[in-house]
Nanobody, 127 residues
Framework: QVQLVESGGGLVQAGASLRLSCAAS????????MAWFRQAPGKEREFVAS????????KYTDAVKGRFTISKDNAKNTVYLQMDSLKPEDTGTYYC????????????????????WGQGTQVTVSS
């Protein structure tokens, strides 16, 4: 289990950009999957993006494809979420998550499969 700390959230206008960071404690095992989820008040937590720690494989929910980019700096044990062309519907608390996974199931999206979670960072997009 790893400890995760998110940062980089804020209040921005529609069309603006933000970059979220997720700093992990210690060394991340090469079979870890790192992901971003978000949750708006009164709504279910939803998958946003994920990446395998040891490869360039990535997965995105359709709502953010072409606008968000997940990336990582392995040497810094940090995962990023670059958020461009933000929309009001992107508003919510963004959580970093991690789990160990094999090659066959690394890209599954339900939050229940993730074992390690940060406390979240708030993103608010105004119109």
């Amino acid at each position: 289990q790893v400890q995760l700390v998110e940062s980089g959230g804020g209040l921005v206008q529609a069309g603006a950009s933000l970059r979220l960071s997720c700093a992990a404690s210690g060394r991340i095992h090469h079979m870890y999957v790192m992901a971003w989820f978000r949750q708006a008040p009164g709504k279910e937590r939803e998958f946003v993006a994920s990446t395998r720690w040891s490869s360039e494989n990535t997965k995105y929910t359709d709502a953010v494809k072409g606008r968000f980019t997940i990336s990582k700096d392995n040497a810094k044990n940090t995962v990023y979420l670059q958020m461009d062309s933000l929309k009001p519907e992107d508003t919510g608390t963004y959580y970093c998550a991690a789990r160990l996974a094999g090659l066959q199931d690394w890209a599954v999206t339900p939050a229940k499969y993730y074992t390690d979670w940060g406390q979240g960072t708030q993103v608010t997009v105004s119109s």
